[in-house]
């Protein structure tokens, strides 16, 4: 059976991924003890279930440490992928402030003696990030920061459409002047290349549009630049690989994110697809068109 753990901090989008799980067919639980996990997942494997979706968030604070140990006893039988959502300390209070929603951990005490009570918003977001650290090594992480609704279930369907065999390497474009991904392993700038923005017809346009392509692949300077990211990461890779890395995200910025970093991500991906399971994706590009409410978990 194929099992998605949903988790990471409040208010970064999980009630949205869990009904993106949902619409894809995904028999689907909110807040459940990570104690009760390997029950139900025998459960419903027993009858005939093949695709559980679970969220785990600092609701269960009193029993979140047991997480690692459950999660490689699960993975030894099923097929088990973590989704870890994340978010801007700056974007989750706006979110609450907007919903006026109360955080987990924040205004009364929590079943967790080690937790206590939390006086403000902000104390409780940062201690949720201790109770949830752990887990973010093993799952894949997205920032949701400056994701609309349709973009992140976007993101979660094309997560659990790949492969889960081997290391998962994610291409991420994104522009300097929204803030780098939290979810980024490597950052790479390519803010020093020429700038298509620069010229009228192609500011428009996205680093998928063929005119954009056919401006920066005629430039040997941004060849350079793809060549000696694409080597260094062959050179790292083997040993992600050895160290049992499941998810590895690669963040390639520009000024905007719509031009240059695009393009890159798109070719590092297409000259690495037989080197593991690759995702490309575009946060600030205006390439995904949909609702425009921010999320809210």
Not at 62 to 81: K, Q, T, W
Not at 87 to 104: C, G, M
Not at 133 to 161: M, P, Y
Not at 216 to 245: C, G, S, T, Y
Request: aromatic fraction near 8%; charged fraction near 25%; charge should be negative.
């Amino acid at each position: 059976m194929r099992i998605v753990l949903i988790t990471g901090i409040s208010g970064s989008g999980k009630s949205v991924a869990l009904n993106a799980l949902a619409d894809s067919g995904y028999y689907c639980v909110d807040n459940l003890p990570p104690r009760f996990l390997p029950a139900l997942a025998e459960y419903l494997s027993s009858d005939g279930h093949e695709r559980l979706a679970v969220a785990i968030d600092a609701r269960s604070s009193a029993s979140l440490g047991d997480m690692p140990a459950i999660i490689r006893n699960l993975s030894s039988e099923h097929d088990v992928r973590v989704l870890f959502l994340n978010a801007s300390t700056q974007a989750l209070i706006q979110r609450f402030s907007e919903t006026r929603r109360r955080h987990p951990l924040s205004g009364s005490p929590a079943h967790d003696a080690d937790v206590g009570l939390m006086t403000s918003l902000e104390e409780a977001i940062e201690r949720e990030r201790e109770l949830v650290a752990d887990l973010a090594e093993f799952g894949h992480q997205i920032d949701t920061s400056n994701l609309r609704a349709n973009v992140l279930r976007a993101w979660v369907k094309r997560f659990i459409e790949q492969e889960h065999a081997g290391l998962m390497l994610m291409f991420e474009s994104f522009g300097f002047k929204r803030g780098v991904p939290l979810d980024a392993d490597f950052v790479f700038d390519v803010r020093t290349l020429p700038n298509p923005y620069y010229d009228h017809e192609l500011r428009h346009l996205t680093g998928l549009d063929q005119p954009v392509i056919d401006f920066l692949d005629a430039l040997p300077v941004v060849h350079e630049m793809i060549d000696d990211i694409q080597a260094f990461l062959l050179k790292w890779l083997p040993h992600f690989r050895d160290d049992n890395r499941s998810y590895l995200t690669v963040a390639i910025g520009c000024t905007g994110g719509q031009h240059r970093s695009v393009f890159i991500a798109e070719t590092l991906a297409a000259r690495l697809a037989n080197e593991a399971n690759v995702i490309v994706r575009h946060r600030d590009a205006p390439i995904d068109v949909g609702e425009s409410s921010r999320l809210v978990a």
